[in-house]
Each structure stands twice: as C-alpha cells, then as structure tokens.
C-alpha cells in the first residue's frame, strides 16, 4: 500500500505508550524512509520514529527510535540507548556539550554499525547501546 504506514494500530500503540519512558518526541513531519546497504550483504530500510528518555538499572539517556526492515514486508522497531554516561565521558573529556543534532548523529551511525554487524535482520530486533568508546570512535568519524 503506497503512502500507508507499514504498522498496525496494535505496534503504533506498543511503540507509544511502552513502559520504556513514555512517547516519543522529535518525529519528522513527513516520513521518509531511507536505505542502508551493510557489510553483512543486506540492504535495510528504515524510518526515524523519535526518541524519548529511558531509565533502566540505574542508567538513563536517550532512546532513538528507528523503523526497521530488511524486505519491505515486515517492519520493526530497533532502538539505539545512548546513556547520558557514555556522551558524558566524551563532552567531559573534551569540554564541550554535544548538541541534540550530533546525538542523534551518533545514534544513527551506531544503527549502521549494528546494520554492518549484526549477521540477521532478526537481530536487529534487539536494542543498540552505545558505549563511551562508541560514542569517541563515531564522533572522531564523523569529523566533529
């Protein structure tokens, strides 16, 4: 179906009101689906969902979260953690604060390196956290 959202209203409705830390935020007005062809040889389609806060065994950050297929059929959703610890350690280590943009910067490149990674689709079902070194590494990529 062209123009429809591949979800139902039962995952729109888990996806919102799950008890990760309420709605998400930060949704684009209009949708667009983007590609990614991994080293693991499958090509992905994705959407950026928004994010909001998570809490979870003494962590907090942020969850990004993004759309995911790797056949257009079936969708799911696939969140990146990105604990306020490990962006601490970096705006610590080099005096300065990132901003909300470059987060989401490092988000998305850890879901392309999980994409590159991770040997099925199936696992992308499973979340991405991003770990301090993860955060130094993309950002040093990144040129920022």
Do not use: C, N
């Amino acid at each position: 179906m062209r123009g429809k959202s591949p979800y139902s209203v039962i995952s729109v409705f888990r996806r919102f009101f799950s008890k990760k830390g309420g709605p998400l935020e930060g949704a684009p007005a209009t949708r667009r689906m983007k590609t990614y062809s991994a080293q693991s040889g499958y090509v992905y389609q994705y959407y950026y969902d928004g994010h909001r806060v998570f809490r979870s065994g003494g962590e907090s950050g942020v969850e990004f979260v993004f759309s995911v297929s790797a056949d257009r059929k079936k969708w799911h959703p696939s969140a990146v953690l990105v604990s306020d610890a490990a962006i601490g350690a970096w705006e610590e280590s080099h005096a300065r604060e990132l901003s909300s943009t470059e987060r989401y910067a490092v988000a998305k490149m850890a879901l392309f390196q999980a994409f590159d990674e991770r040997p099925t689709p199936d696992l992308m079902k499973e979340e991405v956290r991003v770990r301090p070194a993860d955060v130094e590494a993309i950002i040093e990529t990144l040129g920022l």
